[in-house]
């Protein structure tokens, strides 16, 4: 029996190649996007606003989300607040903007009725009206109360998912909040599990921004 010995040259092709043809995959895109802004916080000049923005911007170009805000806690009041957002209208931004929580709100599970994905990640969905007096204008309640879902993967008007985005010792810093695709479905567990990194890596640079 003759031993037969793999050319090493082969070997690396075929990495080389796999991985060529899994980068084409849209899946991958949205982590080169996520590395794409781990890399801009390198930037010691950056601005924790602008970064945001410009997360919020590529996640519902890339991830195909019809609306995403991010909200910080407030180093002055403890209060936490929506920061940035992309897609949504001037109405509706501006109702965001004037609304601020405490950590108790946050944490209030009869208002906020939700079901938790993960550590970092909650749904919120339209039939249990996960909402406060004061958010009425965030969303088309109308639309909302005339929307019905056929499918387990249908999204409706009132529907959400919340992305926490943690420090040290789990303390919340803010969070990512998504409502709406551009396919009307909930997204895949490969976008919020992108999500959560993004989330992590933004609880790091929060983390250290604080410290300076």
Request: charged share 30%.
């Amino acid at each position: 029996m003759v031993d037969k010995t793999i050319d090493h040259e082969l070997v690396k092709k075929r990495i080389c190649l796999s991985y060529q043809y899994d980068s084409a995959d849209p899946a991958n895109e949205r982590l080169d996007c996520v590395h794409s802004l781990t890399v801009a916080l390198a930037d010691r000049q950056l601005s924790i606003r602008d970064f945001l923005q410009n997360a919020a911007d590529i996640i519902r170009d890339k991830f195909w989300v019809k609306e995403i805000t991010i909200g910080l806690r407030d180093r002055a009041d403890g209060l936490y607040r929506y920061e940035v957002m992309s897609g949504l209208d001037e109405g509706s931004w501006e109702a965001h903007r004037q609304l601020a929580y405490t950590l108790e709100q946050f944490e209030d599970s009869e208002l906020y009725k939700s079901a938790q994905i993960s550590n970092l990640t909650r749904l919120f969905l339209a039939e249990d009206n996960p909402y406060g007096s004061d958010e009425e204008r965030t969303f088309n309640r109308e639309l909302m109360l005339q929307s019905s879902r056929r499918s387990l993967d249908e999204t409706i008007e009132g529907d959400y998912i919340d992305v926490r985005i943690l420090g040290r010792d789990g303390v919340l810093l803010g969070w990512i909040e998504i409502s709406g695709t551009t396919d009307g479905k909930f997204p895949d567990v490969h976008t919020i599990k992108c999500l959560e990194l993004l989330a992590s890596i933004l609880g790091v640079a929060l983390t250290y921004s604080e410290m300076q």
